[in-house]
């Protein structure tokens, strides 16, 4: 398997612009992630999904922030507008879930999102 | 309170060294911990999970202590490649199938070896 693929790598927008950011997790996974990662927040739990539904939410900072998952092998996390302070890596990651107890969430390679 | 806490560090660790840090928790009822790695511009990699009775994967053991809310990680004969942050992550509590995605993470121990 190729593992959790994220795209892009880097993205380099201007403020006010809307940025879509991908997801394909790993075949056979039911939960996906979407983590933000920064120096000062550290990583921080944005949405999940289970089996495509979205879970839990209540990360996501604030309206300019959405999450859809239309099915199994695909994910985007949209942010219109954007702003200076959006940028920071932004990771999905899937796992099996509690189905195996104590499995890990592998994560994507990460896209560096930087606003202007 | 933060929900879980770790040292910054960085720890600055000779090469074959034996390093060891902690990682506090709030939340009594959580039931499953892990560590994780994360190399400098790289994503996090689980190391290991964390058993009640402690457990042992090389170099690498791990420690959980309930009644303190703390579990440990310590590395032994430290390598350069070594050199990365360590993750703490903690579920939030009972386990249940929409509570089981909303793994707590930590800010991350940096550790450096040095030759």
Known sequence: ?116 | RKEVEQDPGPFNVPEGATVAFNCTYSNSASQSFFWYRQDCRKEPKLLMSVYSSGNEDGRFTAQLNRASQYISLLIRDSKLSDSATYLCVVTPGKMTTDSWGKLQFGAGTQVVVTP
């Not at chain 1, 997801?23 to 120096?39: A, E, N, V």
């Not at chain 1, 921080?44 to 092998?73: C, H, Q, T, W």
């Not at chain 1, 499995?103 to 896209?111: C, I, K, M, N, S």
Request: aromatic share 12%; charged share 20%; net charge negative.
């Open chain 1, 1 to 116: 398997d190729a593992g959790v693929i994220q795209s892009p790598r880097h993205e380099v927008t201007e403020m006010g612009q809307e940025v879509t950011l991908r997801c394909k997790p790993i075949s056979g996974h039911d939960y996906l992630f979407w983590y933000r990662q920064t120096m000062m927040r550290g990583l921080e739990l944005l949405i999940y999904f289970n089996n495509n539904v979205p879970i839990d939410d209540s990360g996501m900072p604030e309206d300019r922030f959405s999450a859809k998952m239309p099915n199994a092998s695909f994910s985007t996390l949209k942010i219109q507008p954007s702003e200076p302070r959006d940028s920071a890596v932004y990771f999905c990651a899937s796992s099996q879930g509690p189905r195996n107890w104590g499995t890990e969430a592998f994560f994507g390679q990460g896209t560096r999102l930087t606003v202007v």
